[in-house]
């Protein structure tokens, strides 16, 4: 198995139906001039009406961007009760110096005066939101009016973030939609009924879907091991057993993995494990519920190496997918 607890438990490779980049597609949004309160190389607030109500997201140009020339589209969720700014500030998919130019996106999950923002998944979540929904509308909002790649769109998140960014890699139109899926300290919750994830049933044309991985071993807000969350309002998956279902999923052999370790041998070791690049998850042995990096930022003030540093791996490795 992946690995065991106390409990027990841009050029492109080609894998299954994620293919090497090909010639570039061009989305409906190419050859129409940036929106006029938009600003390369800033961020900015915006709406969209999705399923009957206004929802808010912060999108971010990149400078060097061109209305005639296609690039990828990332969204990058937040955690429960944070927020777009939080999110582009914590990812730093925004940062030029990552060397990734793609328009960057940070939706909002839903609030109201009962509950803060959070996205669907989460136990406390209304039923009557629809952020699976408000997904596959920003995407069809930005590619009628950004100049994108749309066999390039990527999907990110954090912690609840991390979370709908699980639901949507077993949803069969966001997974039309998005080539691969990162997910950083996830929180991936089981049904209160049978005590399962929620069904799993991406597009049935694609043959495998790439998704990566990463959570602190001294997460004490989602357990790397499972049970319950720290609310005490609902079991989460173990991460290895959560991993190990996608390998298979996948199509690989879950007991064959490659296994490396990164960052050297002491508190900062982080143990990688690949099937194939396709499906990988990193653990790291120093960190807690955090988004890690390899300068302190608003989740810790421990570090990685940058081999282990998320959103540069994240960004290498989108690189590799295109649907």
Known sequence: MLFSFVLGAILFSFVGSAAPSKTEQRSDGCGKPLP???????????????????????????ELYQTDVPVPLILSFHGRNKGMKFQEDLSQFSNASY??????????????????????????????????????DLIDHLLGRYCLDPARVYAAGKSNGGGITGLLTCD????????????????????????????????????????????????????????????NNSFIISVPTYVNQWAERDGFDANSNVTTTLCGTGAKEVTRYSWDDTVIHYKYKNLFHDWPSTFPNSDTNL?????????????????????
């Not at 309160?37 to 140009?61: C, F, P, Q």
């Not at 069969?172 to 049904?191: C, D, M, Q, R, W």
């Open 36 to 62: 006029s309160v938009v600003v390369r190389g800033n961020s900015k607030n915006l709406t969209i009406n999705s399923r009957k109500r206004e929802r808010k997201y912060r999108i971010h140009v990149p």
């Open 99 to 136: 060397g990734f130019e793609a328009i960057a996106v940070y939706p909002e999950g839903f609030e109201e005066a009962s509950h803060p923002k959070q996205w669907q998944g989460d136990p406390n979540a209304p039923e009557d939101i629809d952020d699976i929904g408000f997904t596959l």
């Open 172 to 231: 069969p139109k966001a997974t039309e939609k998005i080539a691969a899926f990162a997910a950083v300290s996830g929180a991936f919750y089981l049904n209160r009924e049978g005590g399962e994830l929620p069904a799993c049933n991406p597009i049935k044309s694609r043959d495998i879907i790439p998704i990566t991985d990463f959570h602190g071993e001294k997460d004490n807000t989602i357990l790397c091991g499972g049970r319950t969350n720290e609310r």
């Open 303 to 323: 570090t990685t190496c940058t081999d282990a540093e998320p959103t540069r791996v994240i960004l290498d490795w989108f690189k590799k997918w295109s649907l």
